[in-house]
């Protein structure tokens, strides 16, 4: 059974510090993983993937990656408080050779940026 | 906007109707899926296709059926749903050669 978990939170962080979401995987196999944003009432936005171990920068986004410890983490720099949703952790499912291959998603961890 | 249209965005429907979801991808991707999100449980996968072909079927019950008559358009038909089948349903694509998966904005559904 593929499992990645996420705290659920609320995680609260003030406007202008660094956010910093966690998520961790089961299948040591995985080799694709993503983050997606989603607003309330609002479906899931891509905002980074990373496929190797470190960190991949995109603006104010950094991801991380730790295959060795099944670990993938999400920074925020400058948070603002339109950052403030859901953040879901996605890990593509290993093993099936192809492209189109489903994720499996964490319950995601609800952000809240204080002005 | 992603490229990735639903329709439509709300459904309520009774336990004896029958319906369809439809999902259009206009981003040249070559792979659809679809996903039921429930509150406080995960997205859950659904059904893959690969260019037009069911490639995995996560043991959904056969009260949801699957077709995707070619790249773009991919449809789920619905009958005898249960009031426990009530979520937000979304379709997403992606190409071969890239793992990215976007999301259309999802069909709410209600059964009664």
């Known amino acids: 059974q593929k499992e990645v978990e996420q705290n659920s939170g609320p995680l609260s962080v003030p406007e202008g510090a660094i956010a910093s979401l966690n998520c961790t995987y089961s299948d040591r196999g995985s080799q694709s993983f993503f983050w997606y944003r989603q607003y309330s009432g609002k479906s899931p936005e891509l905002i980074m993937s990373?496929?190797?171990?470190g960190d991949k920068e995109d603006g104010r986004f950094t991801a991380q990656l730790n295959k060795a410890s099944q670990y993938v983490s999400l920074l925020i720099r400058d948070s603002q408080p339109s950052d403030s949703a859901t953040y879901l952790c996605a890990v593509k499912n290993p093993y099936s050779g192809g492209g189109a291959d489903g994720l499996t998603f964490g319950k995601g961890t609800h952000l809240i940026i204080q002005p | 906007e992603t490229g990735v249209t639903q329709t439509p965005r709300h459904l309520v429907m009774g336990m004896t109707n029958k319906k369809s979801l439809k999902c259009e991808q206009h981003?040249?991707?070559?792979?659809m899926y679809w996903y039921k999100q429930s509150a406080k449980k995960p997205l859950e996968l659904m059904f893959v296709?690969?260019?037009?072909?069911?490639?995995e079927n996560n043991s959904v019950p056969s009260r949801f059926s699957p077709e995707c008559p070619n790249s773009s358009h991919l449809f789920l038909h619905l009958h005898t749903l249960q009031p426990e089948d009530s979520a937000l349903y979304l379709c997403?694509?992606?190409?071969?050669?890239?793992?990215?998966?976007?999301f259309g904005p999802g069909t709410r559904l209600t059964v009664t």
């Open positions: 296709y690969s260019l037009e072909e069911r490639v």
């Open positions: 990373i496929y190797s171990n």
């Open positions: 997403a694509s992606s190409h071969d050669s890239n793992y990215e998966q976007y």
């Open positions: 981003l040249g991707h070559n792979a």
